[in-house]
């Protein structure tokens, strides 16, 4: 029996709400390309300049391991899940994935990272320089890579293990690594640098790295990944930040104000030349530095793509390397916030964290409506 005042949706209806939705979506991708000045010649001019770049990398690179399994039940002795595994498959994740994502893109990149040297490095090693990267590590006994592995039934994870501690590195290979990273960035066109929160960036490092950037006249570009062990605020002065709505929040200790109140919060307290906040499914926000005590804070927004989305892990990664190296190319904030958000939308849509092809972000433009007719 249904009383006045009872909704009813058909599925009809429900249908033709959501493209409703998806159409007032897309309008704004479209308002914002058309704003932009966002182009398929010009998106294509920038990234054929990729390979004229060189790009360092320093961080914590991760080993993503996926085990795809069979017969997940509840096991006879205990209410927990029991799986047989088939197969397994490996990723390179973390800062790993930013260089490897770098270099498909055609810029020459050179990752610098702090690791025990077994077969877990020798993994991540291997795959890097497959890949085109130069590898620079600095051993340090017991700080082993950090591994996340992964179950998977019929494509769907089950769970998770991670291995690993964080490690911070001793005194004397922060003072080499300073000194390797000081004569690595001349010869180089700028610096990527993303603390996972395993202890690589300590204080002496993460102060350090402005004042190497502003003497050799590079610029450095700054993110964080972490659940609350890593602050984005430790790295001063970066031309660009890409942190994540939460990781934003957590730099600051403000839960409940906007993202706009806290942009200029951040500006004020880190220096920052850029700033790009991604919200996962619900887009991007760009806000550009106030040129003056009394300038607003200009803001652009790019919604998600939609995407039938598999696998978001990495996406963060290339999203921050997808920006870093289009602003180095000599493009604008949103042209990078376009193409990194186009990397993240590619490689969410697959399961891995393999990053995106050249080939593949070329199809993937070819059939955006926004970039259509243009």
Known sequence: MLGSGDVIFSSTEIGRRKRNSLDMEQQKIQRFCRVNEINPARLKNAISSFSDLKVLILGDAILDQYVHCEGARVASESPIVSVKPVSEEW??????????????????????????????????????????????????????????????????????????????????????????????LANHDGLIVTDFGYGLFGPTLANAIPGIADKAGKPYFADVSTNGQANILKFSKPQLATPTEDELRFALGDAESGISNLASRYYAASGARGLIVTMGRRGSLCFRAPKGKTDRLRTDYLPARESNEVDAVGAGDVFLTGASVSERAGESLQVGMYVGSSLASLSAATLGNEGASLPDLYEFFEQRVELAGE
């Open 91 to 184: 990723f390179i994740g973390g800062a790993g994935l930013i260089a490897r994502q770098a270099a498909v893109l055609g810029a020459k990149v050179t990752f610098i990272t702090c690791c025990q040297e077994d077969e877990d490095f020798a993994r991540i090693k291997d795959s890097l320089e497959r890949s085109g990267v130069e590898v620079h590590n600095l051993p340090v006994p017991g700080r082993r890579a950090y591994t996340k592995t992964r179950y998977l039934v019929g494509g769907r994870k089950v769970f998770k293990v991670d291995r690993g501690n964080p490690a911070p590195i001793p005194i004397e290979t922060t003072n080499d690594l300073i000194a390797l990273l000081r004569k690595q």
